[in-house]
């Protein structure tokens, strides 16, 4: 079984085709794999010999994701627990607060459950893909993410450099709290806060292994982040 405990910070290779990942062990940590983006996703963890751990993700089309059938990809993501390369789950705060109608909440903390016991890690996410909320805000949103999962993720949309200001110090507060969380602000105003965030003890930096492979708007690609993260550290 894969381990991912996230006391030290994960850069995790983000992509929707495994065979990708002998291209990122130099640089990466971890991939995450994206279901929702991949052909035959389970086929391709069937299939899987890589050396990295994986972090799987099936994000729901409510939350900028390709999966829209609630049920049916938290079905196809609890099946991905099977796996030994699988050490980390990546399931929506708003899934698991019950804060979403959209939501299939119970499902998604049954899933938990089960990550749990399997001693899989669970990330619980939150996106916003328009705006960036204040320091207050972000905070806020950083304890329920922490409460849900064992890391609580921040992605926001920084339309300024004061956007990505706050994403850092909400990092810093959180991180002073004690909660284990990982942080970055989207968009080209927020870029350097992928590579700044892990000074402030962001515990996952996210980047596809050639640029083209972009997850998110304002990826570095792995290599260059990896050379950043490592030269601020």
Partial sequence: MSTLDFDSFVLAAATNDL??????REDADAVEFRLDLA???LDQLAAYDGELP????NRAAWEGGEADDETGRLDTLGSTLD???VAAV???CGALDGSIAAAATDQAR???ETARDAGIAVIASVHDFESTSSVDGLTDLLKTASDEGDVGKLAVTATDRSDALAVLSATHRAVESGWTVATMAMGEAGQH???VAPVYGSKIGYAP???EGATAPGQYDLQTLRRLVDELQ
């Fill in 39 to 41: 052909t035959d996703p």
């Fill in 19 to 24: 065979e990708a990942e002998p291209a990122a």
């Fill in 54 to 57: 994986l972090i799987v993700t």
């Fill in 83 to 85: 796996y030994e390369a």
């Fill in 110 to 112: 049954e899933l938990r």
């Fill in 193 to 195: 806060t992928r590579a």
């Fill in 90 to 92: 990546d399931l929506e």
């Fill in 209 to 211: 292994v050639e640029p």
